[in-house]
């Protein structure tokens, strides 16, 4: 079968190599779609704590083509997604049921060889089906939709409250998605009218665009968030960038005993007033990964998946990977989610999609 190796600093190989051989516990999974993120940029760039070689992708779908014994009811030529962690079970966060920051954490196709090859072996219990009438191009997009998911879930949102969005790109649109599910009032804020167009689709009540060269929110917002919070402030900020600015703004902005969900990840340095903290009483909540909810993930895609194909902008056939991660790195042209297609989709190896770009607020 093909594969594509990241060997090199920007360097992708392909290399024929034999099919995995079927082993007791795991399943054979004919890959589909795989779409690509920030986190594939980085390790295609060669900055990422794993380091080269690794065979990447982690968000990813397919159809089952052989399965060991299993007691999860799934069959031969089924369609799933993947769920890329893998945790040890035995260190303090897993026995508290946190396996999502587990202490020895991996991840397929990022810590470990993952899905840009034609047949992968993947354990059973990390297959999840795909809902009927949900396209793989669009369940590979299940794993981000578990993040945003997540972060939303540890804000403890409330029907009826407001929520502010920092951030939307992908993880933030989907998550102002879920809020909205759940009867939380979102505002979205952005740094591009492109990105703020389809938050509005996503189900912000507002949009606010940011100007990194002025004071956030302006006058006009201010008085816009005020309206909806009571003068009070949000009640959640979920902060979706990674921009430490933006995690300053969420914390000024959040209510008094409000809640903000830190997801956007940065090895930057944000500058928190100490006493903003304790004064207002602040939960500072950090998010990562997810508590395995790609099946929840792949739910909230069934419902929304008009919302949900306006996020992917481009299409790469599984031969034009350098081109893909190229277009990541340049930001040329718009980019939001670019889905590969491997030589099992159907699907076309490039189309032309209406723009979007990813977060920065």
């Known amino acids: 079968m093909l594969i594509a190796r990241t060997v090199a600093k920007e360097t992708i190989r392909y290399e024929d190599v034999p099919e995995p051989v079927l082993a007791p516990g795991h399943a054979l999974v004919r890959v589909h779609n795989v779409t690509l993120c920030g986190t594939d940029l980085h390790i295609w760039e060669d900055d990422y704590p794993a380091g080269l070689p690794v065979i990447q992708g982690h968000e990813f779908a397919g159809i089952v083509e052989a399965i060991g014994t299993n007691g999860a009811g799934i069959r031969t030529g089924d369609r799933v997604a ?135 929110p302006g006058a006009d917002q201010s008085a816009r968030l005020d309206a909806l919070t009571d003068l009070a402030g949000p009640e959640l900020v979920i902060e979706a960038t990674g921009v430490p600015s933006s995690l300053e703004n969420a914390v000024r902005l959040v209510a008094s005993a409000g809640r903000v969900v830190q997801v956007g990840i940065s090895a930057r340095t944000a500058s928190v007033p100490m006493n903003a903290i304790p004064f207002k009483e602040i939960d500072l909540l950090g998010s990562r990964n997810s508590l395995n909810l790609i099946p929840a993930g792949l739910e909230l895609l069934a419902r929304h998946q008009d919302q949900a194909r306006a996020l992917m902008t481009h299409r790469f056939a599984f031969d034009n990977l350098q081109q893909a991660f190229e277009l990541m790195r340049s930001r040329t042209e718009p980019v939001g989610k670019i889905v590969v297609d491997m030589p099992a989709s159907s699907a076309a190896c490039e189309t032309d999609t209406p723009a979007f770009t990813g977060a920065k607020a």
């Open 82 to 216: 993947v769920s890329p962690m893998v945790y040890c079970g035995q260190c303090r966060p897993c026995r508290l049921g946190r396996f999502n920051v587990c202490e020895n954490i991996g991840c397929i196709g990022c810590y470990s060889d993952g899905a840009l090859v034609e047949l992968v072996s993947v354990p059973v219990e990390k297959l999840c089906p795909v809902p009927d009438g949900v396209d793989l191009d669009l369940a590979a997009m299940a794993e981000p939709a578990s993040i945003a998911m997540q972060a939303v879930n540890r804000g403890r949102p409330s029907a009826g409250e407001t929520a502010l969005v920092l951030g939307s790109g992908p993880i933030g649109l989907l998550a102002a998605l879920y809020l909205t599910d759940l009867g939380v009032r979102v505002v979205c804020a952005d740094t591009e009218p492109d990105r703020l167009e389809l938050a509005a689709k996503f189900g912000a009540v507002d949009t606010f665009q940011v100007d990194p060269r002025t004071e956030f």
